[in-house]
């Protein structure tokens, strides 16, 4: 099986036209509603994450997008209300934990800023209740994911985030697809593999 020449073959179909349009120009939650099934329990929490994330956080635009997930590890994040003028703590520096169980929603706004700047290097993480999944996904990629940390290990499974990235950032460069074209290979394509 050649699976980049299925891929090619793929991304010319309507379907995949439309996933990699959702991906492009669509909403976060719509993003959220169509790709993650397993924490559909928590779709409020996440909603709430990603408009906190994306909407009313106040983002420092003095740090590179690149080096943003580092900064909010060791900063925190403050979120601002104009209409009341309030400033409240999205999360707090080092909180691991936060961060954690709302990778999901946190990486689909890291997704959001990244492709408002068009810097391409945040990519959702939608398989964070499903790692097996991932690594059958990167097995048949011919991707080498790193060894998942353990639960104790809170800042580097934080932290795994970025090496999820790097990975699939490479792969992406190496078969020249775009984000919006990984993030259909990742979520639509490669799991009717497995």
Same mark, same amino acid.
């Given at each position: 099986m050649d699976l980049m020449k299925d891929w090619n073959t793929y991304k010319e179909t309507e379907e995949a036209q439309r996933v990699i349009e959702? #991906?492009?120009? =669509?909403s976060?939650?719509? &993003? *959220?509603?169509?790709? +993650?099934?397993? =924490?559909? $329990?928590?779709f409020p929490l996440f909603e709430h994450t990603i408009k906190n994330v994306f909407e009313y956080s106040l983002i420092p635009y003095d740090v590179p997008i690149k080096d943003l997930f580092l900064y909010l590890i060791d900063s925190g994040l403050? =979120? @601002?209300l104009v209409a009341s003028d309030f400033v409240f703590d999205i999360f707090l520096a080092e909180e691991y934990d936060f961060l954690i169980e709302r990778m999901i929603p946190t990486s689909i706004g890291l997704f959001g800023l990244d492709r408002e700047e068009d810097n391409n290097c945040y990519v959702p993480y939608l398989f964070y209740h499903n790692f097996s /999944?991932?690594? /059958? &996904? $990167?097995? *048949?990629? !011919?991707?080498?994911?790193p060894p998942l940390p353990t639960k104790e290990q809170e800042r580097e499974r934080v932290? @795994? @985030?970025?090496? #999820? %990235?790097? +990975?699939?950032?490479?792969?992406?460069k190496n078969n020249n697809l775009s984000m919006a074209e990984? %993030?259909?290979?990742? @979520?639509? #394509?490669?799991? !009717?593999?497995?």
């Open positions: 959702l #991906f492009e120009e =669509g976060l939650n719509d &993003i *959220l509603h169509t790709f +993650v099934k397993e =924490g559909a $329990a928590e403050k =979120g @601002y /999944k991932l690594k /059958k &996904i $990167a097995a *048949l990629s !011919q991707v080498e994911m932290l @795994y @985030y970025l090496d #999820f %990235c790097n +990975v699939w950032n490479t792969f992406r990984l %993030c259909t290979f990742l @979520y639509n #394509f490669a799991p !009717q593999y497995i």
